[in-house]
């Protein structure tokens, strides 16, 4: 694992991080962010979700109220007493499982059907190109609100696993398209190279050509794809949140912390909403802006 990290640190990828202060930065923000969400049990200074350490007393708290001399709540609580910071910290640990695991869900279909359509052509490559216009037709909010809502429909009592499972199929429903789209093209430029000539005059089969050959010169634009992609499930996710189809109330997301202090924007307590919304811009952003690093740092012809 240190071998493979200083060689990653010495490449020129490494070099290009090196040198970004806007990379540097953005991973900084971005590592803060997994960090704070995957370790909220130990680094949130209270449990938001715990019934019985909730005090009705402390509902609507601004940020930095001070008990005895010192802050109590830095971000403030909101209508049920519940901590801010804490609060954004479980949530945002929400939204990033739903928005990786629906990025890696549709980079796995996408990639496996882009390499088929590529290598295979014909009439198989016809029909996968078929469905995705036809996906691409559709709105991405409303296939994964339609998918959301009916599946909430059907499973009304659903644990609240299989809600998350139905959340992540909804977003995931429209998101290979793009990955299928960038690796068809990749492939259909790799199949015809020496290397995958050879491969094949030597007898190796078609499958392990594409698992061994051809895949691992097609992942450099699916790694910049999936790292744009997670900022945008992520927004998804809080969207269908906040439209009360995404995540359960026992289990909110950021996006369902931001409709429950919509309710109270209006009334002065603006913090319950602004903070969860400012949290969730930081993570959006700072992906998104990891993401154009690593397209410009894996592009030759910017070297």
């Not at 990828?13 to 953005?26: H, K």
């Not at 059907?113 to 014909?122: I, Q, S």
């Not at 309710?263 to 992906?287: D, E, R, Y």
Request: proline share 6%; charged share 10%; net charge positive.
């Amino acid at each position: 694992m240190t071998v493979w990290f200083q060689r990653a640190w010495n490449s020129d990828v490494g070099f290009s991080f090196r040198n970004s202060p806007v990379a540097i930065a953005a991973g900084a923000i971005a590592f803060a962010c997994l960090f704070c969400a995957i370790f909220a049990n130990w680094v949130a200074p209270h449990n938001p979700f715990d019934l019985a350490t909730l005090e009705l007393s402390d509902a609507f708290l601004p940020p930095l109220w001070l008990h005895d001399g010192n802050p109590k709540y830095w971000l403030g609580t909101d209508d049920q007493g519940r901590d801010i910071l804490s609060a954004l910290m479980f949530g945002a640990r929400i939204s990033l499982l739903v928005g990786l695991a629906s990025v890696a869900l549709s980079a796995l279909v996408g990639v496996s059907l882009g390499l088929l359509a590529g290598f295979v052509g014909g009439a198989l490559d016809a029909f996968i190109m078929r469905v995705c216009d036809v996906m691409l037709s559709f709105p991405v909010i409303l296939i994964a609100l339609l998918i959301a809502g009916v599946g909430r429909a059907l499973f009304p009592n659903a644990p609240s696993s299989m809600v998350f499972g139905v959340l992540i199929l909804s977003i995931s429903l429209t998101g290979w398209v793009q990955y299928a789209r960038t690796v068809r093209g990749s492939t259909l430029v790799e199949r015809n190279k020496e290397y995958v000539q050879a491969a094949r005059l030597t007898g190796v089969a078609p499958l392990r050509i594409m698992r061994r050959h051809v895949l691992p010169n097609v992942l450099g634009p699916v790694m910049v794809l999936a790292t744009i992609q997670v900022a945008t499930a992520i927004i998804t996710e809080a969207t269908l949140s906040f439209l009360g189809v995404g995540a359960p109330p026992n289990s909110p997301s950021l996006g369902t912390l931001i409709q429950v202090g919509n309710k109270f924007l209006f009334s002065g307590n603006w913090w319950i909403t602004v903070f969860p919304g400012m949290m969730l811009v930081l993570i959006a952003l700072s992906v998104n802006l990891l993401g154009d690093w690593l397209r410009d740092a894996l592009n030759p012809r910017l070297r």
